[in-house]
């Protein structure tokens, strides 16, 4: 995956404007395309029913792109639910893909493996909840197992682990770690969140004593060489409440229509965003403060990415 000299142009402009001409507006854009999944994993708050079964349709999708790239935004997240299983009639999940790769710089998935990785995505991110038999208690039994032989099995240049924990999983993380890179070499680095109190399942979520616990168990498994994608001071902003200043960055469409202002979580109740716990949030806050170990990690992962 190559970084063009446009993309780069605008990544350039766009780091101008917001950082030193103090413009608010976003790069990224995540679309929740469905609610349907073939799980019912213990943590979610669509296998709690929070939220009503249904695709969003391919007009809407097509709407919301364009309502994304007018804002700025060039990297695009497509979710669920379980995306893979989204259509429209015969016009289906890969389809919609290519052609929104048409129009965005980059297109990237989230996925729980159960079906083939054979997605024209630029990343694709895979739901590791831990070793097997805590993936499994979580997601649901045989989960694990299709999901290794689906990651192996495929093809793509760009798979990586995204890892949420919770009081269900935590005391499995360097298991969970350790099977990964065991069990499925060809996925490329190791995303670690933490879950969020969504309604239904708020009483899996860490407590911030928790989370700082676990922040120095990730910090050990990096210097063991685990290609763990968080740096260590990104970590630590999400250890104390409302951490998340540059969530204009960041905007989510879900498949009820609505599109909103960083994560889920501020259409569902603004109060959860006080215990935000997407990593990859807490890198770009990181980075914005200056703070020079994520801006390292931040080029690092850059070269794996366009490599």
């Known amino acids: 995956m190559r970084l063009h000299t446009r993309e780069l142009l605008y990544y350039t402009r766009y780091f ?15 679309i929740n395309i469905t609610s349907f999944c073939n799980l019912r994993c213990a943590h979610c708050p669509y296998a709690a029913d929070l939220f009503p079964r249904q695709h969003l349709s391919r007009a809407q999708l097509e709407q919301m792109f364009q309502t994304f790239l ?31 790769k048409q129009q965005f710089f980059r297109v990237a998935s989230v996925t729980n ?16 909840d831990g070793s097997p038999p805590v993936h499994d208690r979580v997601r649901g039994e045989g989960s694990y197992e299709a999901l290794r032989a689906n990651v192996v099995a495929s093809r793509h240049p760009n798979i990586y682990a995204n890892v949420t924990l919770s009081r269900l999983n935590v005391h499995d993380l360097e298991n ?28 899996f979520s860490l407590s911030y004593e928790q989370r700082a616990e676990v922040v120095e168990r990730v910090a050990a498994l990096k210097r063991r060489g685990y290609p763990i994608l968080n740096s ?76």
């Open 70 to 100: 007018d804002h700025g935004i060039r990297i695009l997240f497509l979710q669920g639910g379980e995306p893979t299983l989204w259509h429209d009639g015969d016009y289906r999940f890969n389809d919609l893909v290519r052609d929104a």
């Open 232 to 307: 260590v001071p990104a970590m630590r902003l999400m250890l104390r409440p409302g951490w998340n200043r540059t969530h204009w960055m960041i905007v989510l469409g879900h498949p009820q229509g609505v599109i909103v202002e960083g994560c889920g979580a501020r259409h569902v109740d603004p109060q959860i965003c006080q215990m935000c716990g997407y990593g990859v949030m807490a890198e770009v806050q990181s980075i914005w403060r200056g703070n020079p170990v994520s801006i390292w990690e931040a080029f690092r992962l850059f070269r794996i990415i366009t490599a």
């Open 113 to 128: 493996g159960i079906l083939p990785i054979d997605t024209p995505c630029d990343l694709v991110w895979v739901s590791v």
């Open 16 to 30: 101008i404007d917001v950082r030193l001409r103090g413009q608010r507006r976003p790069l990224v854009g995540g």
């Open 176 to 203: 969970c770690v350790e099977s990964i890179v065991r069990d499925m070499p060809n996925i490329r680095g190791i995303s670690v969140n933490f879950q969020i109190p969504y309604p239904e399942v708020e009483k």
